[in-house]
């Protein structure tokens, strides 16, 4: 606390990202980072951009990295927008798109920035629980009599509870809501989600968001994207324009396009995440797990003899860390992201011996 915080500062509960520690020889499988590394391709156009011509400001709109995108999802280059992490394509959204008079709506359990750029931006919310099953029931978010949304987010799949919804779902609320913009937040989609970046061209009042840290293994370079109508990504552009002119350096447009461009090392490298997510799935399973079925890049997990906090705790001094999260509803489930199958199975043989 300091005399010289603005009032705004006072009000704010930031978020709090999972720790990076470090620790020799750690099992690191609580902040969903890719367990492979970035594309080749990737990285030697990343290291072409170390030069003199650093000295100069990159490309204020990246016009690159939304030509590469706009090819990749056949749309055109206005309906993309790109910034410095999802985060803060996410931020720009909420204050650009979401800020209404009516609360915006999301689920109770989901990712907990949203409830932050709320408080960030003075956005009024109301969460929407999810059913028994941790499942979103899109029914809950269509007019109910006078009763509305201002804006709705969906993680789709969501966090941290890896569950998907069927394409259809989504469009069931974008088509509900009309008059609202529904932003879906992707960041998992490519790990076996649908992507409803195939319904931006039906419907006005859709944001997709996605990112580069996860499926693409560039959580160090810092690049998100949204696709949308032109018009909403035209609002998005005068936030950013008022806020910071270049969100991406030379490094992460370079990065970023190659990433675009490389097709197979993507398809591939999320291909393995996948296989070894099953597998390890069936793995808790065995050792008394209730594992929620995962269309993401983690599992969220529960034992029903084990304490979760405790769990997280035993692990970690063992060098394995995994997420839990302190929140109503979900504080007996651990969220343990994909790591190698060497390091899963590092977790699973712990956990036996923990369990045991
Ligand atoms: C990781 C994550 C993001 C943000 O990722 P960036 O690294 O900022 O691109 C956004 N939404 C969800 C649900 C996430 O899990």
Same mark, same amino acid.
């Given at each position: ?8 500062? &006072? ?5 709090? @990202? ?5 620790? /020799? ?33 990159? /490309? ?16 055109? @280059? ?24 009516? !609360? ?24 929407? @629980? ?35 919804? !069927? ?35 039906? &419907? ?11 499926? =693409? ?44 461009? /490389?097709? !197979? ?5 999320? =291909? ?9 799935? $069936? ?11 995962? $269309? ?9 003899? &084990? ?23 979900? /504080? ?25």
């Amino acid at each position: 606390m300091s005399r010289f915080w603005s009032a705004v500062v &006072h009000g704010l509960t930031p978020y709090v @990202p999972g720790e990076q520690p470090k620790i /020799d020889n750690l099992v690191k499988l609580n902040t969903n980072e890719h367990p492979y590394g970035p594309s080749p391709k990737a990285l030697q156009a990343i290291r072409k951009e170390v030069t003199d011509s650093l000295r100069l400001y990159p /490309d204020p709109n990246a016009d690159r990295l939304k030509a590469a995108l706009a090819a990749r999802f056949s749309l055109e @280059p206005q309906q993309v927008f790109v910034g410095n992490g999802s985060d803060e394509v996410l931020a720009h959204a909420f204050h650009a798109l979401l800020r209404h008079e009516r !609360p915006l709506w999301f689920a109770d359990v989901t990712y907990s920035f949203y409830p932050v750029y709320c408080g960030l931006y003075g956005i009024e919310y109301r969460t929407v @629980p999810l059913d028994e099953h941790y499942a979103i029931r899109p029914e809950d978010y269509l007019p109910q009599g006078d009763e509305r949304a201002g804006g709705i987010v969906v993680a789709n799949p969501n966090a941290p509870t890896g569950r998907a919804l !069927p394409l259809a779902k989504i469009e069931r609320i974008v088509a509900g809501n009309p008059d609202a913009v529904v932003v879906v937040d992707e960041a998992y989609v490519d790990f076996g989600g649908e992507s409803a970046i195939a319904l931006v061209n039906r &419907h006005p009042n859709l944001l997709v968001v996605q990112t580069f840290s996860k499926s =693409r293994s560039l959580a160090g370079l810092r690049v998100g994207f949204a696709v949308g109508h032109a018009d909403l990504i035209a609002g998005l552009e005068r936030i950013k324009n008022s806020f910071n002119s270049y969100p991406l350096g030379r490094m992460a447009i370079a990065g970023a396009v190659a990433s675009v461009e /490389d097709e !197979p090392h993507f398809r591939e490298s999320c =291909r393995r995440v996948i296989a070894t997510r099953e597998q390890l799935t $069936a793995d808790l399973a065995a050792l008394g797990f209730q594992v929620l079925p995962s $269309a993401a890049n983690f599992v969220f997990a529960r034992h029903p003899k &084990h304490d979760a906090a405790e769990l997280a705790l035993a692990l970690r001094n063992r060098a394995i860390l995994v997420r839990h999260f302190k929140a109503p509803r979900i /504080d007996q489930f651990l969220r343990i992201t994909v790591g190698t199958d060497a390091q899963c199975g590092q977790l699973v043989k712990v956990l036996g011996e923990l369990l045991g």
